[in-house]
């Protein structure tokens, strides 16, 4: 086994110290590979949570221990050759980043305390740092400097659009006399159009910037070096999407875990709840014109109504969850793993928009003016930071990791028949 070391120039978090490599050197087919290390890339990973990088001695006990690893080339040791290595490109196409669940059976049986899960998050905050586009806006999220510009600008914009709200409905001809069906609403200070519209059009950018941020990572991932010179699909693509899905709503990901099993619990209530939120939001979106509301569309729903309990039990089920994940963060983080901004802005953003949501409900239900609806334009801001900054933040995840999972799953990586089996 050949070594070599990196002196890694001083900076704000990488000191001016000998990194130690005790590592094979990369190699391509069996021949020497000459490697450039990307020093900015190794400060960035130690910033991002993997400052236990340099203690990597490649033993390999992360690999053993990984209950999601496959056969041939297993992770986590090969990422943290090349992290170690400064091996930027790689690690940002290599699919096997994605199939962490970040379960941290790697982390509390390494022996010498580094934290291969941590590293492999790091890794996953680049990635999409490297394909968000615009990349600006992962930037932003990324460093904590620029969260009053994040929450300043939802508010700017709904609180002009709030104001101009009649001349702009007068302008596009969305105007109507309320009926009187709408007792006590919040359809004078935000009329439904508007909350449409306004939700539509920033939400429709996202996609756009998400679904550009997706096509760069696959385009990426096709590279990888895992899939061999010559990869041959096993399965179809909608054929592995839906078994990726399938694994998705089972959490079998998560269960398979041994050192923070409770993971899948707060992750269940967090998804499932999502769903219930989403399906009452699509029935308020469409109201008026869904078969499925009878008689006059009434909204707020009345606290009875099947799509208030629907929506109450769905955010009880998000604030359980999410209470869970903080309460994990705070008393087992040698379990749960470093948490860093990029992570514990999503718990938060999270936890924001659902204590928003049920403190505009209370004083709603309490007649309590002009309160809810200072309350409910604050949950608008969260909601709109939450939903429209998704493929920028740790939300994110739920896209590029689909799309790794689906790749993995076309390839036969998951099943150990990649390249080299």
Same mark, same amino acid.
């Given at each position: ?16 110290e ?5 590592? &094979? ?13 990307d ?6 990973l ?12 490649q033993?390999?006990?992360c690999?053993?221990a990984?209950?999601?690893s ?6 986590p040791?090969?990422e943290m050759?090349?992290?170690?290595w400064g ?7 290599d ?8 379960c941290?059976?790697?982390?509390t049986?390494?022996?010498r ?6 590293v492999?998050?790091a890794v996953r905050?680049?990635c ?9 806006l992962?930037k932003?999220?990324s460093d &904590?400097?620029?969260l ?8 700017i ?5 709030t ?8 302008f596009?001809?969305?105007s109507a ?6 007792i006590y609403?919040?359809v004078p200070?935000?009329?439904h159009?508007?909350?449409?519209s306004?939700?539509?059009l920033f939400?429709?950018l ?7 941020g ?5 385009r ?6 895992v ?5 041959t699909?096993?399965?179809g693509v ?5 078994s ?14 041994d ?12 998804f ?9 939001t699509l029935?308020?979106i469409t ?9 006059d ?11 208030k309990?629907?929506?109450?039990i769905?955010?009880?089920?998000v604030?359980?969850g ?18 860093s901004?990029?992570d514990?802005l999503?718990?938060?953003s999270?936890?924001l928009?659902?204590?928003?949501g ?5 004083l709603?239900l309490?007649?309590?003016? &002009?309160h ?8 608008l ?9 998704l ?9 590029y990791?689909?799309?790794a999972?689906?790749?993995a799953?076309?390839?036969?990586r998951?099943?150990g028949?990649g390249?080299g089996s």
């Amino acid at each position: 086994m050949e070594t070599s070391e990196i002196t890694v120039p001083e900076g704000d978090v990488v000191k001016d110290e000998p990194i130690p490599l005790d590592i &094979p050197t990369p190699s391509t087919n069996g021949r020497p590979e000459r490697v450039d290390p990307d020093l900015e890339f190794i400060r960035a990973l130690r910033r991002s949570g993997g400052d236990s990088l340099k203690k990597c001695m490649q033993c390999g006990n992360c690999s053993a221990a990984c209950p999601l690893s496959p056969h041939t080339n297993p992770f986590p040791r090969k990422e943290m050759a090349w992290a170690l290595w400064g091996m930027k490109d790689r690690l940002l196409t290599d699919p096997d980043v994605w199939l962490c669940h970040h379960c941290n059976d790697c982390s509390t049986n390494c022996p010498r305390q580094t934290r291969p899960g941590d590293v492999l998050g790091a890794v996953r905050q680049q990635c999409i740092l490297h394909y968000a586009f615009p990349r600006f806006l992962a930037k932003w999220v990324s460093d &904590p400097k620029y969260l009053p510009v994040l929450l300043a600008i939802p508010a700017i914009l709904l609180g002009l659009a709030t104001r101009f709200r009649e001349p702009i409905g007068e302008f596009f001809g969305f105007s109507a006399p309320m009926g009187e069906s709408i007792i006590y609403s919040f359809v004078p200070m935000f009329p439904h159009w508007l909350l449409n519209s306004f939700f539509g059009l920033f939400s429709a950018l996202a996609l756009v910037g998400a679904i550009t941020g997706v096509w760069r990572f696959s385009r990426g991932l096709k590279r990888s070096k895992v899939w061999g010179d010559d990869p041959t699909p096993v399965k179809g693509v909608f054929a592995s999407l839906g078994s990726v899905l399938l694994k998705v709503v089972n959490h079998d990901r998560f269960t398979t875990c041994d050192t923070d099993h409770s993971r899948s619990i707060s992750h269940f209530f967090v998804f499932f709840g999502f769903i219930a939120l989403t399906l009452v939001t699509l029935m308020v979106i469409t109201g008026p014109i869904n078969p499925l509301i009878r008689g006059d569309f009434v909204y707020p729903f009345s606290l009875w109504s099947p799509w208030k309990l629907l929506a109450n039990i769905g955010g009880l089920a998000v604030l359980a969850g999410v209470l869970l994940m903080i309460w994990e963060r705070l008393y087992f983080g040698h379990l749960a793993g470093t948490s860093s901004y990029f992570d514990w802005l999503l718990v938060w953003s999270i936890f924001l928009v659902v204590a928003s949501g049920f403190a505009t409900e209370i004083l709603h239900l309490l007649r309590m003016v &002009p309160h809810r609806h200072v309350a409910y334009f604050i949950h608008l801001v969260f909601v709109f930071a939450l939903l429209v900054y998704l493929p920028y933040s740790k939300f994110g995840h739920m896209l590029y990791r689909t799309t790794a999972m689906v790749m993995a799953e076309r390839y036969g990586r998951e099943a150990g028949k990649g390249a080299g089996s």
